[in-house]
Nanobody, 123 residues
Framework: QLQLIESGGGSVQTGGSLTLSCVAS????????LGWFRQAPGQERHFVSA????????EYAGPVKGRFTISRDNARKMVYLQMNDLRIDDTAVYYC????????????????WGQGTQVTVSS
């Protein structure tokens, strides 16, 4: 069973940048998609981005396209989310997630989850 631990959250002003990291342990990442979701206060958890095992397929949610970049290092069992030009509505708890197979955008399609890291964007 994969365990995922996120880090890198924090507080930033609008227009700023943050990079989130997630490390996996407890199993192989072969064929696993790694992705990010976020949950704002009072809202459901929403898809942000995901990347296939070999890096050939990347998916981004509309609101983050052009601002966020996902990457991964399979040797280190890490996935990253570079977030630029942050906006107030990017404020949320960000979760790392894993699933075997190609990237998916629905929460129920992911089997493994981290505990989340808070990102707060203020003006």
């Amino acid at each position: 069973q994969l365990q995922l631990i996120e880090s890198g959250g924090g507080s930033v002003q609008t227009g700023g940048s943050l990079t989130l990291s997630c490390v996996a342990s407890g199993g192989t990442l072969t064929w696993y998609t790694l992705g990010w979701f976020r949950q704002a206060p009072g809202q459901e958890r929403h898809f942000v981005s995901a990347m296939s095992w070999n890096g050939h397929t990347k998916e981004y949610a509309g609101p983050v396209k052009g601002r966020f970049t996902i990457s991964r290092d399979n040797a280190r069992k890490m996935v990253y989310l570079q977030m630029n030009d942050l906006r107030i509505d990017d404020t949320a708890v960000y979760y790392c997630a894993a699933r075997k197979g190609l990237p998916a955008t629905q929460e129920y399609e992911y089997d493994n989850w981290g505990q989340g890291t808070q990102v707060t964007v203020s003006s």
